[in-house]
């Protein structure tokens, strides 16, 4: 008799739903154990994580400081493999239990609540597995909540809206093999002279960096856990895939572009649809340059006549000021000149001295002028006059002297 054969997709969705399931167990004990021991008014987390992976040979000690340093996180980064040497982590395998799944995401989360966290935090080494990445999506939805059922309290701002980012550090496999094999290679050796000198730290060489073999599995194992793991929150959270293949500033630059501000990633939505119809500086910087072009031309041809005046002005008042200014680089100039009440000439000045490299500021000041005196009332009578004060700023001179 045939035996039946089982649909393989019903099998992956059954392993996926029980792998769901799991999690939603884990968590919730983990969840309810920290709540009983911390109350949970206490549960602080912080506002920002980045969720750090990478591929074996990606630079990922390398580099971690230099994101925390990106996002102006200043707390020490959690390590999951140096959780996992804690007294707590130690007891448990002192006392024969693994070190699984809850017992991980239970030392994470209790770690987190350390106020040294509390604006931001790099986590290296989680997710890894699809059951940890559900744990994360729980994890993410409590502290959602906690953000909802604090909102408007004094204790609002230790509650803050999360911001989950997930960052991956990728290489393919043979610069991560060649980068492993390296790795070995220098450990060795720096190994070999410290037994030499008869003194000296040792440190760890990992078979998986002196076998390419191994260092192949290794890889594959990250491809088909770690890496499959991040993937799969792309459509949920801000994701950065960062190209760490090139030397050590290459890769700095690419995570310098990953984490450029953007106001729709990290604003509430609530605040960015109130503030989105301002214009980005960066945008208006852009074609600035080429407007700048057009109204010039636009000034000679609709206005010459008043166009030509304020540059007879600039010329014969303020050219000879900003010359005695060079050394500086700063000419502050006062005008009186009834030619800038009109607001087209104040425009051109600034956009002629602006073509000419000069960052031109003008502030108006209006100055009280005594004229009379009321013969009746003794009261004195003046007249308002308009003081334009012009700051030109450029570069100074640059004088080389011997030494």
């Known amino acids: 008799m045939n035996e039946p054969v089982a649909k393989p997709g019903l099998v992956a969705s059954n392993a996926a739903d029980l792998e769901i399931k799991d999690a939603q167990l884990i968590f919730s004990a983990v969840w309810s154990d920290l709540v009983e021991r911390h109350g949970r008014d206490r549960l602080r987390f912080p506002r920002e994580f980045i969720w750090l992976g990478g591929a074996p040979g990606a630079g990922k000690g390398t580099n971690t400081p230099f994101v925390a340093e990106a996002r102006d996180i200043t707390a020490p980064p959690v390590v999951i493999s140096s959780l996992l040497t804690t007294p707590h982590a130690m007891a448990l395998k002192n006392a024969g239990q693994m070190v699984g799944d809850r017992e991980v995401i239970g030392l994470l989360l209790d770690e987190l609540l350390d106020p040294k966290y509390h604006d931001g935090v790099v986590v290296d080494g989680f997710p890894r597995t699809k059951p940890q990445v559900e ?9 959602l909540r906690l953000h909802a059922e604090y909102r408007g309290t004094p204790v609002a701002r230790e509650f803050r809206k999360p911001m989950f980012r997930i960052v991956l550090l990728f290489v393919s496999e043979d610069v991560s093999v060649e980068r492993q094999l390296k790795r070995g290679r220098e450990i060795r050796e720096r190994n070999r002279q410290v037994r030499e000198a008869g003194g000296g730290e040792l440190l760890e060489e990992r078979a998986t960096d002196l076998d390419s073999d191994l260092c192949r599995k290794r890889y594959k194992t ?3 856990t770690t890496f499959d793991a991040l993937q799969s929150l792309r459509q949920i959270f801000h994701f950065h895939f960062v190209d760490a293949e090139g030397d050590l500033p290459e890769v700095q630059r ?4 990953e984490f450029a501000y953007q106001s729709s990633l990290e604003l509430g939505p609530e605040v960015f649809d109130l503030i989105q119809h301002i214009p980005v500086a960066t945008q208006l910087a852009m074609h600035a340059r080429q407007e700048l072009v057009e109204r010039l031309e636009e000034y000679e041809e609709e206005n010459k006549e008043l166009f030509c005046k304020v540059l007879k002005l600039i010329e014969s008042k303020m050219v000879p000021i900003v010359r005695a200014h060079a050394m500086s680089g700063l000419a502050q100039i006062n005008s009186e000149d009834a030619l800038l009440d009109e607001p087209l000439a104040l425009r051109m000045l600034i ?19 005594p004229e009379r005196v009321n013969p009746e009332t003794w009261e004195i009578i003046c007249r308002t006059k308009k003081v334009y004060r012009i700051d030109v700023r450029y570069p100074p001179s640059d004088i080389r002297r011997g030494h």
């Open 135 to 143: 744990c994360l999506k729980l994890f993410y939805h409590e502290m």
């Open 222 to 224: 990250f491809k088909d």
């Open 254 to 257: 690419n995570i310098i572009r």
């Open 351 to 369: 956009d002629v001295l602006s073509e000419r490299g000069f960052h031109a500021t003008v502030d108006i000041h209006r100055v009280d002028v």
